[in-house]
């Protein structure tokens, strides 16, 4: 690690040379910016909307300024980044000699086809060129670009310069070679990469945090708990110990000697009755928006957004920092 092994964010993405391209610098663009300038690579941030640039290369040097300041990052490199950072409404010249694109334009197939055809023009054609796009599918995004073997999905949890998972899922004309070079890219920006066979709607984190959401507002509409008493029932139990592992590894440990083969077959019954009894509607009922806006109304209190956001945002750094230091 070239910083010296203190920092989560590490430098210079796998060793290979060369900038990188964001195309597109709303929330999810700028935010990928900060991350890669945190790293110390030579960002180039592009968007059609030349008004927006200026403060999305702002907010993106404020990323990776936040991901140093709060020891996730080497100081000087990141200033090193943040310094390097240029902000363009030319496509082609953002991409040119890249090595790496990643797109976060608005969610819209026919924009993306578009963008990523325009890419492929101006790009290296070896440059891996990767969408965050949270549901569209990448089969039908990369049939539009010239090398559509280097092209895959690379979907970030928002704030991608602050949650570490990156959900890689390759469409149906990608390499595995591309897969592996995005895997050792984003590793090396340190992100947390996770490899997919295909790509399905949601990746892995969307679908399970829908199957987990669906329930939560079925038991508020059920009158069963409260909005604040469901969030606590996730926030101070199991949603701490899946931070440290996930569900499988955790009821693994959960089956003592026995493991998750016992577990299964001693809480089989226990679970299959919970099963039965769980939300399986496809539809938002009418009465979700406002039933939650009243519970949040009461959990939120007198606390503003940006004071909501500056707490999370404080604890994912407090948890991540003693993460660091206990794989350190
Ligand atoms: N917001 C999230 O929580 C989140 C999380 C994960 C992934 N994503 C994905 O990231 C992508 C962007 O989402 P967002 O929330 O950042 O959107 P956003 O609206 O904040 O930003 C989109 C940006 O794309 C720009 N744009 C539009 N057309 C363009 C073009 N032809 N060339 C260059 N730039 C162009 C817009 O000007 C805007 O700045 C989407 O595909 C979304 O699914 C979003």
Redesign the pocket.
């Known amino acids: 690690m070239a910083n010296g092994g203190c920092e989560a964010i590490r430098e210079d993405g796998g060793g290979a040379r060369g900038p990188v391209a964001v ?7 700028a935010s990928w910016a900060g991350l890669f300038a945190a790293a110390g690579l030579e960002v180039r941030l ?4 030349a008004a ?1 640039l200026d403060a999305a290369a702002e907010r993106a040097a404020a990323a990776a300024r936040f991901l140093a300041g709060s020891g996730l990052a080497s100081a000087a490199t990141a200033e090193r980044g943040a310094a390097a950072l240029t902000a363009t409404d030319d ?1 082609a010249a953002a991409v040119a000699g890249v090595r790496h694109v990643q797109e ?4 819209d197939l026919a ?1 993306k086809r ?2 990523f055809a325009e890419i492929a023009k101006a790009a290296p054609p070896d440059a891996v060129i990767c969408t ?4 569209l599918s990448i089969s039908d995004i990369q049939t539009a670009a010239a090398h559509p073997e280097r092209c895959l999905a690379a ?4 704030p991608p310069h602050l949650v570490p998972l990156v959900e890689l899922a390759p469409g149906a004309l990608t390499a595995p070679e591309a897969l592996e070079r995005a895997f050792t890219f984003y590793a090396a920006v340190g992100k947390e990469p996770v490899k997919l066979t295909r790509d399905i709607p949601g990746y892995l984190a969307n679908r399970l945090s829908a199957a987990l959401w669906r329930e939560a507002v079925d038991l508020v509409l059920r009158g069963v708990a409260t909005v604040e008493d469901v969030d606590k029932a996730v926030s101070s139990g199991p949603g701490l110990r899946w931070a440290a592992m996930g569900p499988h590894l955790l009821y693994d440990l959960g089956g003592g000697t026995e493991g998750i083969v016992g577990h299964v077959e001693h809480l089989a019954t226990v679970k299959e009755g919970m099963l039965r009894d769980l939300a399986t509607w496809t539809e938002f009922p009418p009465e979700t928006g406002p039933a939650l806006d009243a519970g949040l109304a009461e959990e939120k209190g007198a606390r503003t957004y940006d004071e909501l956001v500056a707490e999370r945002d404080a604890l994912l750094v407090a948890y991540l920092r003693a993460r660091r230091d206990r794989r350190a």
Do not use: M
């Open positions: 195309i597109g610098a709303g929330l999810t663009g592009q968007d059609v909307d927006r496509l976060g334009v608005r969610e924009l578009l963008v965050s796009s949270s549901g979907h970030p949890y928002n």
